[in-house]
C-alpha cells in the first residue's frame, strides 16, 4: 500500500539542539519523498524532498536521509530554533509529476527557549 | 505568502446541507489538488485537476466534486453533508512541469452539526 507513518507523535527539544524527525513508509516502490512543515492555523509548507536515487538531500539548516532497505527517512533540523516549533508531516509523493501526497500522521515538535 | 489562498476561513452547516469552498491559486499554476485535515491528522489526497479536468481521486464518494476555472480559480463541493466531514480543507497548487513544490492555502474550517 501507500502508507506513510511515524514513529513518534511527539518531540520536544531544547533550542540551539539539533531534531530527528523519523518517517517510515511501507510501499517500495515509492521513489519520491517530501517533508512539509505545519504551523497552527496555516497549511503545510515545503521544507525539502528527496528522490530514490538519493541517500541524502540537504538545505538550510535541515537535512533529509533515505534508507530504502529499512524504509526509512528522517528529518534532521540544526540548531533547533523556536520558530520551527510546528508539526512535521512526511509525503510520499506520486501521481501527476508527483503532485498527489500521501501524508503521515505528523510529529509535533516543540522547541523549549 | 504562497500565494494560494482560500475561502471561506471558518463556516458551519448541519448534515445533509451543500457547502462549496473556493480556491484561487498562483497565476499560472494549472495544477491544483484538494485535501481534507482532520483534526490532529495528516492531509487526506481528495482530488486533483489539471487543465479544468479530473486527474486522480483519493478514497472519498462521489458527493465530494469539484471544478477548475481558466482564471486558476477552483472549487470544492460536498453534498449531504455528514458530521464526519468536519475538517480542514486544504487547496493546494502548482505549476505542472515546476520544481514538484505544491503551494498550499490556509484551509477552511468546517464542521458540521
Known amino acids: 500500500g501507500e502508507n506513510v507513518g511515524l514513529h513518534l507523535p511527539t518531540l520536544s527539544v531544547q533550542e540551539g539542539d539539533n531534531s530527528i524527525i523519523n518517517c517510515a513508509y511501507s510501499n517500495s516502490a515509492s521513489d519520491y519523498f517530501i517533508w512539509y512543515k505545519q504551523e497552527s492555523g496555516k497549511g503545510p509548507q515545503f521544507i525539502i524532498d528527496i528522490r530514490s536515487n538519493m541517500d541524502k538531500r540537504q538545505g538550510q539548516r535541515v537535512t533529509v536521509l533515505l534508507n530504502k532497505t529499512v524504509k526509512h527517512l528522517s528529518l534532521q533540523i540544526a540548531a533547533t530554533q523556536p520558530g520551527d516549533s510546528a508539526v512535521y508531516f512526511c509525503?510520499?509523493?506520486?501521481?501527476?509529476?508527483?503532485?498527489?501526497?500521501?501524508f503521515g500522521e505528523g510529529t509535533q515538535l516543540t522547541v523549549n527557549p | 505568502e504562497t500565494g494560494v489562498t482560500q475561502s471561506p476561513t471558518h463556516l458551519i452547516k448541519t448534515r445533509g446541507q451543500q457547502v462549496t469552498l473556493r480556491c484561487s491559486s498562483q497565476?499560472?499554476?494549472?495544477?491544483v489538488s484538494w485535501y481534507q485535515q482532520a483534526l490532529g491528522q495528516g492531509p487526506q489526497f481528495i482530488f486533483q485537476y489539471y487543465r479544468e479536468e479530473e486527474n486522480g481521486r483519493g478514497n472519498f464518494p462521489p458527493r465530494f466534486s469539484g471544478l477548475q476555472f481558466p482564471n486558476y480559480s477552483s472549487e470544492l463541493n460536498v453534498n449531504a453533508l455528514e458530521l464526519d466531514d468536519s475538517a480542514l480543507y486544504l487547496c493546494?497548487?502548482?505549476?505542472?512541469?515546476?520544481?514538484?513544490?505544491?503551494?498550499f492555502g490556509e484551509g477552511s474550517r468546517l464542521t458540521v452539526l
Open positions: 497565476s499560472g499554476h494549472n495544477t
Open positions: 493546494a497548487s502548482r505549476y505542472l512541469r515546476g520544481t514538484g513544490e505544491l503551494f
Open positions: 509525503a510520499e509523493a506520486t501521481g501527476l509529476s508527483g503532485s498527489r501526497l500521501t
